[in-house]
């Protein structure tokens, strides 16, 4: 048992001193007499062996009260928490390819984005103690939530990510560039960037194996996703009546450019066909990137002053019954 504020424990050396002065004093005669003989051949009852018994029940109530007032605890557990340290940003093709209705959810026929867009969650629902941010790009590259632990927030701003948000296009380097720029300046121990696309970069200014280099300086690792079937997947479209349609399109993946990113920055380059081969992928990514670089130690406690009072309590309602009966004192 520990406390709280064991200062207020200084008080019970004063109660005992008080005790034993008011305990002397009671015990000094208030009359004088030439001779106690008679009164020693009377012998004592129990009543007089045990009169101190009130005076040292309010004794202990006051030492409990001092003890309450200390604030006991007792320790529940000790626990670890430890913090990972790393910094991921997601980066995640939005271009029109990304339509293509070649994976499932539950059965059902799903678009690239939207199975995607529920890998994402399932990651970062994973995490605990990193900071993840999210990249959508198309022909552009924009920031759609910065680095942070606030994961409600991020599956917020990744639900509202929507096909045709964006100029349509494929800007590889540039989605690369930016992690870079949100990644840079981060003090994590890791930071890493893992990209996924479904096509081959046609549009930005930057090159992304330049992109690639520049990431590699700022001591980034990029993991690379290649999502879709190979070779022809159905994608839909609206026939003369406005009904949905699908038609096989052959949507070609740069993998070769995707290896080399990852290959410069240390990371590794992953193919999904399939939503259980995606969801598979972003697991082992969960499983490589675990570094364990701090752990916190801190104690659970459990209050015990009540208990304390209540006994303190029970001391003073005994005593007020053993006064007012068995050593009730008449004038």
């Known amino acids: 048992m520990i406390f709280r504020t064991p200062l207020f424990l200084l008080l019970i050396p004063l109660a005992i001193g008080l005790y034993w002065w008011f305990n002397k004093r009671q015990q000094a005669p208030s009359f004088r007499f030439s001779s106690v003989s008679l009164a020693s051949q009377a ?11 009130p005076t040292l029940l309010r004794f202990c109530s006051i030492v409990l009260f ?9 320790v529940l557990e000790e626990s670890k928490v430890t913090t990972e340290g790393i910094d991921i940003m997601l980066a995640v093709d939005c271009s029109g390819s990304m339509a293509a209705e070649d994976f499932t959810i539950n059965g059902q026929r799903t678009n690239r984005l939207d199975v995607i867009k529920n890998a994402v969650s399932e990651f970062v629902a994973g995490r605990h103690s990193d900071k993840i941010g999210f990249i959508a790009f198309s022909a552009k590259a924009y920031t759609i939530c910065p680095l942070t632990t606030d ?40 930071k890493v960037l893992i990209l996924l696309t479904d096509g081959i970069s046609n549009a930005g200014s930057i090159d992304p194996l330049s992109a690639a280099r520049l990431a590699q300086t700022a001591g980034i690792k990029i993991y690379t996703i290649g999502a879709g079937t190979k070779g022809y997947a159905p994608y839909p479209v609206k026939d003369f009546f406005g009904r949905t349609i699908y038609q096989n399109v052959k949507i070609d ?16 380059y992953f193919r999904a066909t ?4 995606l969801k598979r992928i972003y697991k082992e990514i969960d499983t490589f990137e675990k570094t364990k670089i701090e752990e916190i130690g801190y104690r659970e406690y459990k209050e015990l002053f009540v208990y304390v009072l209540w006994l303190a309590l029970i001391f003073i309602f005994v005593e007020m019954i053993l006064v007012n009966t068995v050593f009730l004192k008449l004038p």
């Open 253 to 268: 993946i740069d993998e070769d450019v995707l290896k080399k990113i990852s290959g410069i920055t240390n990371g590794l």
């Open 43 to 53: 012998g004592s009852t129990w009543k007089t062996r045990y009169a101190f018994v």
């Open 274 to 277: 399939d939503t259980d081969s």
């Open 66 to 74: 001092i003890i309450a007032l200390a604030g006991p605890q007792s």
């Open 151 to 190: 994961y409600n927030w991020l599956n917020t701003n990744l639900s509202r990510v929507r096909l045709g948000m964006i100029q349509d296009g494929t800007a590889i380097g540039s989605a690369i560039a930016t992690s870079v720029a949100r990644l840079k300046g981060s003090d994590a121990k890791s």
